[in-house]
């Protein structure tokens, strides 16, 4: 047994579960805040690596500005969503789920008509794409940013939900939306703005999805299903899809030293959904009852 | 007189006819290629079916229909691929390709065409009994079902990628000759082969139309109105649940198997969930809660789609996509709700009956 490459697979595993869990992060604040099952988060990551292809292509924005732009420009698009659909079907999950994948198919055969089928690609600065050596493991500088960005936007969405009184308001609503709405808080610019917020983290995702592989209308279809399972397993909080992203991240890397990628694939598919058999709440449960 | 849509003996007569409409299709068209195409429009109406029972009728929504149909579809492609094995060369070719010199076990049970015909419609019908079972024991049900019809879909997807030698991976099974059975060939492009799909579709149809009339059917339905009430009158929730999404499940097998014999064809794109999900859009778009609505809206849209052909795919799919969000939205059961409305506009109001009889939107058995 060689110890050595199995260091090498659990560092590994970290950055699988860094690109997991930020696939995740839209969905979960999503999900755990308005119960919402997103079909489109995927398209979302798509227009946020499509939006910094064109902040970069037409205005020359420099990378790592072309993040927090990618934000703004994907989280005006979840808000335009959330006002024009998703708000007329808070109290019809299946269809909020359904709608939204209409919504996805709209997105990805609308970026498919304007910019084509052939794959773009992001110029990203030089020193990320070089190698770093992590111990004795060669690691892409760029997963490494990857890995920054997440813990950063992890950490940010923490001080946002349990230090600011936007926190408070969204965790109430999240609780018990009546009683929220009956202390004064205005329960539908809560979801309008987590859902614009959601929609954001998707698009820095895309921007940095679209350095790791080619930026494809169909690019995000991958990543949906996925996340999904993040937030579910995780239980639709934070905590809940930063642990859950963490152990099946580690665990995708193990099995698939021992094995290939596919097969570590479909052995967590069918863990998770094992493990939601017997605990369909998720990892941690949220207190309160949602409906 | 109430509304004519409600009329169980309008039903049948609207059923009967659409199905004598679809069985004088081969005397009025001459070219057997678009012959094909309607029936493996039928297929994918046999596919709306299952969905309309499960989720309009037994309020199951089930993203992974694909898991039932592939598993099907690969059975019946394993039983075509044997048959044109012979003694001398009993070892597929890709499988050789594969470096894989002896018949995997997997692979056995298909050298007797008739046993790998029950295997193919079987293990998927017994693979939804245990998984529904497990699930809605559980009490897993609304989207969090459809979540994990989603990962079970993703991960046979993977597996039968993942295993080349065995299924074929990425480029699936392509058996080299039509399907034989009792010694007749059954040729994709003859008029016997639409026969045999016609023959299934309006089988699955009117046992479905059956079941949705029945008092089992009226108990699935009220579970999906509201299954805490009927678990409290005393109905094994989980036990109905199973049932009817293994019924659906039987029948998206029986369309995977129908399905290769047409095209003599299988790969993973057939579980892809793009595939899965645009079976609930026919659904959706034709009407949940009216087997006739799915089955018509499968046809309208998958005959659209193939005529428009693919220069103009991608805006066929912007549109459907927008016209599905616009269904969803404003018209959740579908375009049969229209036609309900239109006839219940057409009926007398009975002086004797309650008024708003539609206050509270009866229960109807269509």
Known sequence: ?291 | MGNLYHNKIAQWVVYVAFFAALAIIPNMVGDSFLLNQFATYCVYGMLALSISLCWGFGGILNLGQGIAFGLGAYGMAMTMQMQSQTESNPIPPFMLNNSLDYLPLLWQPFQSTLLGLILAVTVPTLFCAAFGGIMFRARVSGPFFAIMTLAMLSAFYTIILDRQAYTGGVNGLTPPSAFQFAGVEVDPYSPTAYWVVLFFLTGATFLAKLITQSSFGLVTQAIRDDSERVRFLGYSVAGYETVIYTISGLIAAVAGCCWVMLVQYVSPAQMDVGFSLSIVIWAAIGGRHSLLGSILGALIIQGAQSYLGDTFLATWLLILGGFFIVVVRFLPNGLASLLEVALGLLARPDPTSSPAPDGGRPLPAE
């Open chain 1, 1 to 291: 047994m060689d110890l050595g490459s199995l260091l090498n697979a659990l560092i590994l595993g970290v950055s699988i579960a860094s690109i997991w869990l930020i696939a995740a992060l839209g969905l979960t604040i999503i999900y755990g805040t308005a119960g919402v099952i997103n079909m489109a988060h995927g398209e979302l990551i798509m227009l946020g690596a499509y939006s910094s292809y064109m902040l970069q292509f037409y205005l020359g924005l420099p990378y790592l500005l072309c993040l927090p732009a990618s934000f703004v420009v994907v989280a005006l698009v979840g808000l335009a969503l959330e006002r024009g659909l998703i708000r007329y079907l808070y109290s019809r999950p299946l269809d909020t789920l359904l709608a939204t994948y209409g919504v996805s198919l709209v997105l990805m055969q609308g970026v498919r008509l304007i910019f084509g089928s052939d794959p773009k690609y992001l110029a990203v600065p030089e020193i990320f794409q070089s190698n770093v050596m992590l111990g004795s493991v060669s690691v892409s500088a760029f997963r490494i940013v990857v890995l920054l960005v997440t813990v950063l936007l992890v950490l940010a969405l923490w001080l946002l939900f349990y230090k600011t009184r936007f926190g408070v308001q969204v965790r109430a609503v999240m609780q018990n939306k009546e009683m929220a709405a009956a202390f004064g808080i205005n329960s539908g610019r809560i979801y309008m703005l987590t859902f614009a917020l959601g929609a954001g983290l998707a698009g820095v995702a895309g921007a940095l999805f679209g350095v790791l592989a080619i930026v494809l209308p169909t690019m995000g279809a991958s990543y949906v299903v996925q996340a999904f399972l993040m937030v579910v397993v995780g239980g639709g909080s934070l905590a809940g899809s930063v642990v859950a992203s963490g152990v099946t991240g580690e665990m995708q890397s193990v099995f698939a030293f021992f094995t290939n990628d596919t097969l570590a694939r479909f052995i967590i598919f069918v863990l998770i959904v094992a493990f939601l058999r017997f605990r369909p709440q998720g990892l941690f449960a949220q207190s309160g009852a949602r409906r």
